[in-house]
Each structure stands twice: as C-alpha cells, then as structure tokens.
C-alpha cells in the first residue's frame, strides 16, 4: 500500500528538481527491462510514475499534501489525459505504452531477443496437396504416385552452402556468434540491444564462394515423386497427413508435414454415401408389373436381382455387401441400393395401344384414385 513515490525514486522529501532527475536516471537505469541483473518492468513503471508526479511543481505539491489520492481527482493522471510520457520522449503516448515507447525508443522490444532464432532448430514447413482418384479406387489399397517438392539440404555442397569447405570462413562482424551489438546512449544512460548480425545474417559464417546450386542456402526445393498408399474406403474430401515429407527443419529441427487431400471422382452410374452406393433401375411397365430378373451392374461386377411382380416406382431393392469396403475394415462393405424407376411408354405402337386399351378395359378403372 505504501507506495512512497520518494521512496521509490531513493530521495528525501526536499530533494531538488536536479537530484530528482538524477536519482530517476539512477533507478530507471536500475529497473530498466533490458537490464538482466536488476531489471523489473514493475519497479519501472513506478519509477515512471513517482517521476512524472514529483518533477511538475503542481503535482508534487498535491502530492506531498494529499498524497497520490489526491491526484486523481486533480485529472493528473489515471483519467483520460494520462501521462504525457517520459521527459525525452516527446508525448510518445500515455502512461500504459511504455513498452511501445521503448520499444520504438531502442529499436526492439524488452526482452531484447531481436533476431536470435537464426540458429535455432526450427520445425519445416507443411504442404497442402491433393490428388484425384477414380469412384473405383477405393474398392481396394491403392498406391498412387504424387508430385512434391519439398525444401531439401543441398546435395550439391552438402548443407554447406559453399563450393569448398575452405570458402568458409567465421563472419568478420560479429567473430561468429551471429550477433551484434550496439550501444546507444539515452538518458538512462547506455543500453546495449543485441541484434541478428546484418553480414550473416545469425549463421556466424562468411561464405566466400558460394555454392552455385543453392546460392548458398544449403538448402534447396527437389521435385519429388513419391508413392502414397491410398487405402481402401477412403472418401472423397479425407485428408491424409504423411508425416514428415515435407520441408527439412532448419538447423536440425524437425522435418514438416504433407497434408494429402483426396478427390474421389464421380462416377456416371452409382453415387456413394460412406460405404454404401446407389444406383437406378429403370423398368417398363410390364416388368414392374409382372416381375422380371434383371442383370444389374455393381462396383463389383454384374449381379443378378430378381424385381416382384408388382414393384412400384421409387421402390429400392437391396445387394447386401456390394458396396464400398469400410475405411480400416476391408472385410465390411456396405450395401448396394437399387432405386426402381418404371416407365411409362409414350411411343407406342399401333398395337400396342390396341393392347392397352384391352387392358384398360380389363381393368375397368380400378387404379384410380382422387
Ligand atoms: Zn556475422
Ligand atoms: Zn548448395
């Protein structure tokens, strides 16, 4: 609770402008996020506020009266006009920026990390293919061929990135450590902010001669063919991840992945839900009514199904296990459907319409309906 705001900058209450300025350099410098001993974002930002608070003769005097309760209504701080930022900084923004303010202030953020990645193992990145495949495929495992082509380590330099292992040689700028630093001077004094070496850019090596194959990457895209099994019932639109094709890690990471979307393609006579197809049979009149045995395609073969006298438009026969072979179950299929279609002759022949009309008459309008 006891936030003494002269306690936090180490001065005593008389203390002048001058030894007030000084005393928050001192423990700006102290606090500051960049530095690694003493460092503490929260002490800071108290050394921040005490500052703002005891360097306005307006604010110190409320302040030393009222304490800083006594600011708040006073529209000082807290409100919408909030800090009008560090003496240096030219109103960069309120009070709760200050880490945007220093971060623009020394070129990097706080944790002063800019750029270390270069060297680090990273993972390769993934890659989105997708292949098409007939209706018929996935009756059985498949193997199909597919086109990559994933970032690979040069063969050509081994990695190395130059024409000779004696072109290389430890990057001048920064002795090798892919780093450098500069030092800037503000009004905390100096601060030190450690960046990616610009020559090498993080590798901490100068190739002289670089090798021609991958510009001195070490690493380059290779077309590859590779073959994929494609598993029996596989459906359209599944993605499969093979693990591990795609693009090499950097610096030993590991290798990314190849997401293989499959496109099954469609197919004239049967439509497919999962494991079960569906295909149409279309009857004539005489067939529906008297019952006929009709060869009927599946995905396997010719079957035969014998259709009962009577059968009605939009009536579906089953083939049990004539279907598709279940994803991972090879041994269970589903079923084949055959939707009946009768039709209705609209061209007939003199005869035959003489045969209906005795038909009709048989009938005597027994069919009818409203
Ligand atoms: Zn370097
Ligand atoms: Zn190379």
């Keep these: 609770m006891t936030e003494d705001y002269y306690e936090i900058l180490g001065v005593n209450k008389s203390a002048s402008d001058a030894e007030l300025k000084s ?5 700006a410098r102290k606090f500051h996020p960049d530095n690694s001993d003493t460092g503490d974002e929260d002490k800071f930002k108290k050394v921040g506020e005490a500052y703002e608070v005891l360097k306005d003769p307006q ?8 304490g800083a309760e006594g600011l708040k209504g006073a529209g000082g701080f807290g409100g919408a006009g909030g800090f009008s930022g560090f003496e240096g ?7 709760e920026d200050l880490g945007d303010i220093f971060s623009s202030f020394f070129g990097g953020g706080f944790s002063g990390a800019g750029g270390r990645s270069q060297n680090r193992p990273s ?3 993934d890659h989105e293919v997708a292949i098409q495949i007939d209706f018929l495929d996935p009756i059985n495992d498949t193997e199909k061929k597919i086109r990559l082509n994933p970032l690979e380590i040069c063969d050509a330099c081994d990695g190395k ?6 072109d290389i040689t430890t990057c001048s700028t920064c002795g090798g450590t892919g780093q450098v630093t500069s030092v800037q001077n503000t009004i905390f004094g100096q601060v030190r902010q450690n960046s990616t070496c610009p020559t090498c850019g993080g590798t901490g090596k100068e190739i002289k001669n670089p090798c021609k194959s991958c510009k001195g990457r070490g690493y380059k895209r290779v077309d590859k063919e590779i073959d994929v099994k494609i598993p029996a019932g596989i459906q359209d639109g599944t993605t499969m991840r093979l693990s591990g094709m795609g693009d090499i890690g950097k610096n030993g990471g590991p290798r990314g992945d190849i997401y293989l979307t499959i496109r099954v393609r469609e197919h004239s006579k049967f439509k497919r839900e999962v494991s079960d197809i569906f295909s149409t049979l279309k009857l004539g009149l005489a067939e529906a009514a ?7 395609p599946t995905i396997h073969g010719d079957e035969k199904l014998k259709i009962k006298s009577g059968t009605q438009s939009g009536q579906v026969y089953t083939i049990k296990d004539a279907g598709m072979p279940l994803l991972n179950r090879k041994n269970t299929r589903g079923n084949h459907y055959v939707e009946v279609d009768v039709v209705i002759p609209s ?18 309008g027994q069919d009818i309906e409203v």
């Excluded at 005393?23 to 423990?27: D, G, V, Y």
């Excluded at 604010?59 to 009222?66: H, L, N, P, T």
């Excluded at 008297?290 to 009927?296: F, P």
């Excluded at 061209?347 to 005597?364: D, G």
């Design 23 to 27: 005393a928050f350099k001192k423990a």
């Design 59 to 66: 604010k110190r005097q409320i302040y030393d009266q009222y």
């Design 89 to 95: 900084f030219g109103g960069a923004g309120g009070f």
């Design 123 to 125: 993972r390769g990145h």
């Design 161 to 166: 990135g130059a024409e000779n292992e004696s």
């Design 290 to 296: 008297l019952g006929y045995e009709v060869t009927v």
């Design 347 to 364: 061209n007939l022949s003199r005869e035959e319409k003489k045969l209906l009309e005795e038909f009709q008459k048989l009938r005597r």
